[in-house]
């Protein structure tokens, strides 16, 4: 089970939950770039060459306040620094790649790719064709980002409430699918519930902030508890 | 504002942690120490992603029984404890959710 056209379908497939989560964010993205007056061009131009969701979201609601340049760029800069936690995750695994792949996969590396990846990781550490799996979790994201950004920018005034039917569930349900086989020793689960009261407790920090205190905080603390237990 | 420039700045900030460490793989060697925190980043992220979306509704803390994406998502977790499967657990957290939205 490792040639590439396999291993391609099968990253996709892992990510179809994910991508039905982030759709309606998509089609929200550019209905609420739209009303802003932003341009067609700009508005697909920034889902296709920054291509991050809570990046853009949070661009366009400075915008919408006339903060200037820096701030936003400095803004987007912390959201974007959980993704090199998920990157220094990764370098274990890609230190045979070339580096051009290196170059074009972690353009790639959102929450859901990385999630996917990470779940294949942890079954099956050993099992050839990483990349094409990456790349096909990567590809699929990337053309349904593109897409929802397109519709919404068209038609997102027409479809009422779309935001609201809860698509998103589905990118909670996937997450917990993923999490829970991976919660092995005692120091995962300390590190998960550390992870789920600190993310409530930082919710309303400002940029997702919150977000990246709450990941760090429980990686240090499962850090902590595994060394204890490696002393014991 | 020259609305290009922004897009190519944001851009530079998301690729470069996207892309950094994955160019150093195999070039430098992490600490051990540093090695073993990074085994956490999945269950620490992904959790407080969770925690944020589930639990937190429209800006408050949503404990209540209205709330189906927590409902849905506790459905998972046990779903995912007995089988730890990532297809299942999907089909049975979207099926608690979709049932409480049609029947309740």
Not at chain 1, 147 to 157: V, W
Not at chain 2, 5 to 16: F, G, Q, R, S
């Amino acid at each position: 089970m490792h040639r590439p056209a396999q291993q391609l379908w099968l990253g996709a497939l892992e990510t179809l939950p994910l991508v039905v989560a982030a759709f309606p964010f998509g089609i929200v993205f550019g209905a609420m770039a739209n009303t802003m007056g932003l341009g067609a061009g700009v508005t697909l131009g920034m889902s296709s060459i920054v291509f991050a969701g809570s990046s853009q979201f949070i661009a366009l609601t400075l915008l919408a306040s006339a903060a200037a340049m820096p701030v936003i760029v400095m803004t987007v800069f912390i959201v974007n620094l959980r993704q090199l936690l998920y990157a220094a995750n990764l370098m274990h695994h890609v230190g045979y790649w070339p580096q051009w792949q290196r170059a074009i996969l972690g353009f790639f590396l959102t929450d859901e790719t990385f999630a996917v990846v990470s779940d294949r990781l942890n079954r099956h550490p050993d099992e050839p064709g990483l990349r094409w799996f990456y790349l096909g979790s990567a590809l699929f994201m990337y053309s349904f980002w593109q897409i929802s950004t397109a519709l919404g920018y068209t038609l997102g005034s027409r479809i009422p409430g779309l935001a609201d039917w809860g698509l998103d569930v589905a990118m909670v349900v996937a997450f917990v699918g993923i999490v829970v086989p991976a919660l092995r020793r005692k120091a995962d689960w300390a590190c998960a519930a550390v992870a789920l009261v600190s993310a409530v407790l930082t919710h309303d920090w400002p940029h997702q902030t919150g977000l990246l205190f709450s990941s760090l905080l429980a990686v240090a603390v499962g850090m902590a508890l595994s060394r204890e237990a490696a002393d014991e | 504002m020259n609305e290009w420039l922004l897009i190519a700045l944001m851009a530079l900030v998301t690729y470069l942690p996207r892309w950094l460490p994955l160019a150093l793989a195999g070039r430098v060697r992490l600490p051990p120490p540093l090695e073993r925190a990074l085994d956490f980043v999945p269950v620490a992220v992904l959790t407080a992603i969770i925690a944020q979306s589930a639990l937190i509704r429209n800006g408050a803390l949503d404990l209540s029984a209205n709330n189906y994406h927590a409902i849905a998502a506790l459905a998972a977790f046990v779903v995912a404890l007995l089988t730890r499967h990532l297809f299942i657990t999907v089909v049975a957290g979207l099926a608690c959710f979709a049932a409480l939205r049609v029947f309740l």
